[in-house]
């Protein structure tokens, strides 16, 4: 266990439709940022959040969205669901920008 | 924009050392040298990194040459468990930089 909880492990949905996917931090890391991993494109960064505020923006399509709240967990949100978002979603936090991240174990997104 | 050149794919003997290189020759001064690996589809996991001075942890030792332009991840007993895709980034230290993966090696441990 890393510390970094993501939920839920698997998730199918149907193109179209619109699903939420969480992430816990580890405690004490005020950083969360959220990857992208499908079979065509390795792992690919999408967002990062620091202390509840957007830091940095990656390849993430508009239909994506995300935030990090008070107690910062943070949400990935993604909307009008094409097949070519299936993929692993990973999150992974931090304590400070020079140590590594810590990820979580994912979430396997299939759309049907 | 890839940094880091890797080998696609290497092999090595269950109990051996593994050294996994890295090639960054346009490495700038304030970047850093880290090293992940993805088990499977697990979640990365953090090896070690470094900026100019050899590392070691209790998983691994990073070796980086004096000019900062290659670096060697070694695995000094590799067991079957550290079969994995191995990523080597170089990466400014500090918030605003993330981590750019790249296709990594696959390291295979056989027994």
């Known amino acids: 266990d890393s510390g970094v909880t993501q939920t839920p492990k698997h998730l199918i949905t149907a193109t179209g439709q619109r699903v939420t996917l969480r992430c816990s931090p580890r405690?004490?890391?005020?950083?969360v940022y959220w990857y992208q991993q499908s079979l065509d494109q390795g792992l690919q960064f999408l967002i990062q959040?620091?202390?509840?505020?957007?830091?940095a923006k990656g390849n993430i399509l508009e239909r994506f969205s995300a935030q990090q709240f008070p107690d910062l967990h943070s949400e990935l949100n993604l909307s009008s669901l094409e097949l070519g978002d299936s993929a692993l979603y990973f999150c992974?936090?931090?304590?400070?920008?020079?140590?590594?991240?810590?990820f979580g174990s994912g979430t396997r997104l299939t759309v049907v | 924009d890839a940094k880091t050149t890797q080998p696609p794919s290497m092999d090595c003997a269950e109990g051996r050392a593994a050294n996994l290189p890295c090639n960054h020759s346009?490495?700038?001064?304030?970047?850093?040298v880290y090293w992940y690996r993805q088990i499977h589809s697990q979640g990365p996991q953090y090896i070690i990194h470094?900026?100019?001075n050899n590392e070691t942890n209790e998983m691994a030792s990073l070796i980086i040459t004096e000019d900062r332009k290659s670096s060697t991840l070694i695995l000094p007993h590799a067991t079957l468990r550290d079969t994995a895709v191995y990523y080597c980034?170089?990466?400014?230290?500090?918030?605003?930089?993330?981590?750019?993966f790249g296709p990594g090696t696959r390291l295979s441990v056989l027994p």
């Open positions: 405690s004490g890391d005020l950083s």
């Open positions: 470094g900026l100019k």
């Open positions: 980034i170089v990466r400014v230290g500090g918030y605003g930089q993330n981590f750019v």
């Open positions: 959040y620091y202390n509840g505020e957007e830091r």
């Open positions: 992974a936090s931090s304590v400070d920008g020079v140590f590594g991240y810590t």
């Open positions: 346009t490495i700038s001064g304030n970047e850093y």
